[in-house]
């Protein structure tokens, strides 16, 4: 029984009773000239109705694909889903039709993508964008849309709303396009909002006000967020749940306490020592030697055996099991095997 399986408990302790997202064995490829890229490879993880879930790592570990797959959003040539599933509401979200899945889209489910500028049409207005998803789905008014879109804008702190209505995106700064891709994505009253690299075209000005927003947000409405990021700053600020993705894979899951003071995986252990730290000033940052594996043909053992400093004979050749180290904990090393046998 994985940690995945057993009873979530939140920071203070209390059940979180059963999931609002469960992900199972979940596999994507994509088939191209060079043959078949193995991007994610046997993810699972749950989402709690109310909880920010960082999904953390290098980029091309998989974790923008596997929001992609969440989504309906693989590419199909040359993206599949092979293997798994994912469970919303009691839906397969992987088994449903594109008609079923529009439905969910935008409603049920939400996307806030990295680039504001792209996310957003530059030739339509701002209130247009805002109100389109919700009247093809609530079949509501024009101006029941609008009143909406209001309430939006205030939420996420957009001055003079009904001025901005009528402007376009490129009268916007970043961070206020970005506070609109939000308002978008929250139209609906959606339980799950995924957010990938949601701060990462931002200064840190604006980066600290959209975290903060977020966690107002989480507060009055109660959604539940996967945050795709590879910043670990932000995820200490906001994150209440760590997955560390490495080569397609979750390597290691926890509570945000659990990963950045109890960390069990060496690729998590190199990521934390990779980050500036106020306290430790003067000590030289320390890189992960080495590049990710190829995942047109992946590695037999374990994905980061060639960049571990503890690397062993059996790392090589097969695959790591997943340790449960709590309730919420989880890593899948061979050096928990061997300290178990101590």
């Known amino acids: 029984m994985t940690v995945a399986d057993r009873k979530h408990r939140t920071v203070d302790g209390t059940t979180a009773g059963k999931p609002v997202l469960e992900v199972r064995d979940l596999e994507v490829t994509f088939k ?8 994610v490879r046997g ?4 989402v709690y109705k109310g909880e920010t879930l960082a999904i953390v790592g290098e980029s ?3 974790k923008s694909v596997t929001s992609s797959a969440i989504m309906g959003l693989i590419p199909s040539p040359p993206g599949e889903i092979t293997r798994g599933n994912v469970q919303f509401k009691g839906n397969d979200l992987t088994k449903l039709s594109k008609k079923d ?11 806030i993508f990295q680039d504001p500028m792209t996310a957003l049409n530059p030739t339509l207005k701002i209130g247009d964008q805002l109100t389109e998803g919700i009247r093809q789905h609530q079949k509501l008014s024009k101006a029941q849309a609008n009143e909406k879109a209001l309430e939006m804008m205030k939420l996420v702190g957009i001055p003079n709303p009904e001025e901005r209505l009528k402007q376009y995106p ?23 909002l995924i957010a990938d690299e949601p701060t990462t075209a931002l200064d840190v000005t604006i980066q600290a ?3 903060e927003l977020f966690e107002e947000i989480q507060k009055k409405t109660g959604v539940s967020i996967i945050l795709i990021t590879h910043d670990l700053g932000v995820v200490a600020k906001i994150a209440h749940r760590i997955a560390v993705m490495y080569a397609g ?25 990779s980050v500036p730290r ?6 030289p940052l320390e890189p992960i030697e080495g590049t990710p594996p190829d995942l047109f043909s992946p590695p037999a053992g374990c994905p980061f055996a060639a960049r571990c400093p503890h690397a062993m004979f059996v790392c090589e050749k097969v695959v790591p099991p997943s340790e449960r180290l709590s309730e919420t904990h989880q890593a899948d090393c061979w050096l928990l095997d061997e300290r178990a046998q101590r």
Not at 43 to 46: A, G, K, L, T
Not at 177 to 184: E, F, N, S, Y
């Open 60 to 62: 091309g570990s998989g």
């Open 101 to 111: 899945m529009r439905e969910i889209r935008g409603v049920d489910i939400s996307m």
């Open 249 to 273: 894979k979750i390597v290691e899951i926890g509570t945000k306490r659990e990963v950045f003071y109890q960390p069990e995986h060496p690729y998590t252990q190199g990521l934390l020592d």
């Open 209 to 211: 006000q959209i975290l």
């Open 32 to 39: 191209t000239y060079g043959g078949t890229v193995q991007a």
């Open 170 to 192: 490129h009268q916007f700064s970043g961070g206020m396009r970005q506070r609109i891709v939000i308002a978008i994505a929250l139209m609906c009253e959606p339980e799950l």
């Open 278 to 283: 106020l306290d430790l000033k003067g000590k």
């Open 43 to 46: 993810v699972n993880f749950d």
